[in-house]
């Protein structure tokens, strides 16, 4: 995205996938690097069955999710110590900071919508692979 081009509307479609740091593949969305966005990303991310993210934090950005369609389990906490599940028309909300680890146990796939304030989607991530193995 060119930093020099005028303020401006712009309307995507999700295209290309990237593998994130986390362990999952996202669709590309809103991110500087598509649009320019100078706070926000956006995008799209199917867990599949049996799919399960690396424990990560987002190091002062906050994430908000809703789910689309399906459900998985999210772990969070210093040490991964709460369990929260998720189901299609959930809202969650993660502050910055906060170790979680995200896995779909279930035998369909879960699909999601992800915001968060790092406009660029993957420098904020910080994998915390000691916590991995706290969650079976």
Not at 8 to 24: E, H, S, V
Request: proline share 9%.
């Amino acid at each position: 995205m060119d930093e020099t081009m005028p303020n401006t509307c712009i309307k995507l479609r999700p295209g290309q996938a990237f593998a994130g740091k986390q362990g999952f593949n996202y669709f590309e969305g809103i991110a500087r690097e598509t649009t320019g966005s100078k706070a926000i990303c956006m995008h799209l991310l199917t867990v599949p069955p049996g799919g399960r993210a690396k424990a990560h934090k987002h190091v002062t950005h906050e994430t908000a999710i809703y789910v689309i369609s399906g459900s998985a389990i999210m772990y969070w906490g210093e040490q991964l110590e709460h369990c929260m599940e998720t189901n299609a028309g959930d809202l969650i909300y993660i502050p910055a900071d906060v170790p979680h680890l995200p896995l779909n146990p279930g035998d369909e796939p879960a699909q999601a919508v992800i915001a968060r304030t790092d406009p660029h989607e993957q420098e904020s991530v910080v994998l915390l692979p000691h916590l991995d193995a706290l969650v079976p």
